[in-house]
């Protein structure tokens, strides 16, 4: 018994000691200090302890009747051939928001990353081909803006501030996702034109995997909603960050790959039935 009871002691005091130097040395950052900053509980709730988190679903009835409202949207005006993909996009919204991996990505900086991979490199590509073509514009400028919102929202200073704000929460996830869709949008404007299309999925998959880079190899937890709940999985926080910098740079690639692969076998296609012709 008492051999138990210290056992116990000494695991509250390594845990302890594991949560001091996390603060300590999360508090040390390029960006600035976030010692003493007040954390406020994010959209997706408390971040919940361990296995816990696979029955903590999100019924918000406002998020259920937008998304409802997006299908229907998405219903109207998606091209007739294509709404299974547009609905494919509206379930992957659905799982993004609603299911447990909300409540997980309030724990877990790395299950952060798989929501916010699901918006930008899932949703956002279903959504954007399931929409009428639109006209050539250039890729460049939607490159750009949606590339700089996706590092912005992963500054430290500016994700703490969504996570305690409701409103500028959905701006992040709004913002993502419509640079995102608008970035898809034009990629799949000038497929015909595969080289630039292909260089411009290629650039994505590149600053993606350099942001993916950077969270890998980062000294130090940089996000202070996830100094301690990581904790609860066996995880440090600064082995939950560099697990999410993985999965930005490796498992995020997929998606971009299989699109440039679709769009190569598409293109393909023309010249061979053009060919034939």
């Keep these: 018994m008492a051999a138990r009871v210290i056992r116990e002691t000494a695991s509250e005091r390594e845990l302890a000691k594991v949560v001091k130097d996390v603060r300590e040395q999360s508090g040390k950052l390029e960006f600035g200090r ?30 259920i009747g937008v998304l409802l409202l997006l299908a229907m949207v998405s219903a109207r ?36 990353i798989v929501h916010h991979v699901l918006l930008v490199a899932v949703a956002a590509p279903l959504l954007a081909w399931a929409l009428p ?54 990629v799949f404007a000038v497929s015909a ?7 411009t999925v290629s650039a994505a998959v590149g600053q993606m995997g350099l942001l993916g880079a950077l969270l890998t190899f980062a000294p130090r937890a940089l996000y202070p909603h996830h100094w301690t709940a990581p904790l609860s999985f066996g995880l440090t926080p600064l082995q939950d960050q560099q697990l999410a910098g993985l999965i930005m740079w490796v498992p995020a690639m997929l998606p971009y790959l299989l ?18 012709s």
């Design 259 to 276: 699109i440039a692969a679709l769009m190569a076998r598409n293109a393909w296609s023309r010249n061979l039935a053009q060919a034939v």
């Design 34 to 63: 976030m010692e003493g900053i007040a954390l406020n509980v994010p959209y997706c709730g408390p971040a919940p302890l361990g296995a816990e988190w696979i029955a903590h679903w999100n019924f918000d009835p406002l998020l």
């Design 133 to 186: 073509a639109r006209s050539e514009r250039g890729m460049a400028f939607p490159f750009a803006v949606s590339s700089l919102v996706l590092w912005l929202w992963h500054a430290p200073q500016l994700y703490t501030a969504a996570l305690n704000d409701l409103a500028l929460y959905w701006v992040m996830q709004v913002s993502l996702l419509a640079t995102a869709v608008w970035f898809w949008r034009s």
């Design 193 to 199: 034109v595969l080289p630039a299309a292909l260089l």
């Design 77 to 112: 005006f998606a091209r007739a051939d294509r709404r299974a993909a547009a609905g494919a996009g509206i379930f992957v919204l659905f799982v993004a928001f609603v299911s447990p991996l909300c409540a997980l990505s309030s724990a877990l900086f790395s299950a952060r």
